[in-house]
């Protein structure tokens, strides 16, 4: 289940990430960012989704995360788990460090620029049905 080839992700005008790395990178990628869309591609298909804008909006956000990934150094599953984005919250106070990883949205390991591909996606959507 790939939701971005190698050649997608170079006509999106990226290139930081070669052939061999891709695969693996990809899978990571498309973990995290199933974590914080509720799975909304592991329970319909990215293929036949009909709203392109949302699409479009999901590779690029695809894309831009394994570049985030490649940018901290994670070529392993083992790397993923051990990455911890070093922040503490008092109420609602958040202070982070200046690491890499302060690039991220919480704690989710996504990197910020990739959650704001989605912001208008709906997506993101954490609704609560209230009847």
């Known amino acids: 289940m ?12 990226f290139n930081k990430v070669t052939v061999p790395e891709f695969d693996n990178l ?5 973990r995290q960012l199933n974590r ?15 709203l392109k804008y949302r699409v ?11 570049e985030y990934l490649k940018s901290v150094g994670v070529t392993s599953l083992s790397d993923l788990l051990n990455a911890s984005t070093p ?14 990883n302060a690039a ?5 390991m996504v990197a910020t620029e ?10 993101l959507y954490r609704g609560v049905d209230y009847r």
């Open 2 to 13: 790939s939701y971005l080839t190698h050649e997608e992700y170079l006509e999106l005008g």
């Open 26 to 30: 990809e899978k990571y990628a498309a």
């Open 36 to 50: 914080v869309t509720g799975d909304f591609y592991m329970r319909h298909s990215l293929s036949d989704d009909t």
């Open 56 to 66: 479009d909006k999901f590779k690029i956000a695809m894309a831009v995360q394994i």
């Open 87 to 100: 922040s503490v919250s008092v109420g609602r106070m958040r202070i982070e460090s200046g690491s890499a």
């Open 104 to 108: 991220t949205v919480g704690r989710t």
């Open 114 to 123: 990739a959650y704001n591909e989605l912001v208008y996606t709906g997506l």
